[in-house]
């Protein structure tokens, strides 16, 4: 049985660096598409970034802020996320996908989400 387990949200400050966590357990991360996507207040889900043995992706808008990085060893998956700015507040959910994708429905596995609130 595949499990996401995210960790790491909370509240914190515009400009403030948040790492998050995904760890996995019923699969092997670097066989698989690991993404992060996020769901803001009033807003659809939205792709974050996400990381493949080919590569990674970021959305425009936190590309350059955020880094999307993998433990193989702990099977977990990380979103550094940089220069935080109140409109990256959402729960952010971890994803796995056996395709490079940025459309929520090519994911199959969804974890329950943090949440991460910056604050102005």
């Known amino acids: 049985q595949v499990q996401l387990v995210e960790s790491g949200g909370g509240l914190v400050q515009a400009g403030d660096s948040v790492r998050l966590s995904c760890a996995a357990s019923?699969?092997?991360?670097?066989?698989?598409?690991m993404g992060w996507f996020r769901q803001g207040p009033g807003k659809e889900r939205e792709f974050v970034a996400s990381i493949t043995w080919s590569g990674t992706d970021y959305a425009d808008s936190v590309k350059g802020r955020f880094a999307i990085s993998r433990d193989k060893a702990k099977n977990t998956v990380f979103l550094q996320m940089n220069s935080l700015k109140p409109e990256d507040t959402a729960i952010y959910y971890c994803?796995?996908?056996?395709?490079?994708?940025?459309?929520?429905?090519?994911?199959?596995?969804w974890g329950q989400g943090t949440q991460v609130t910056v604050s102005s």
């Open positions: 019923g699969l092997t991360i670097n066989d698989y598409t």
């Open positions: 994803a796995v996908g056996s395709k490079r994708a940025t459309m929520t429905g090519l994911y199959d596995y």
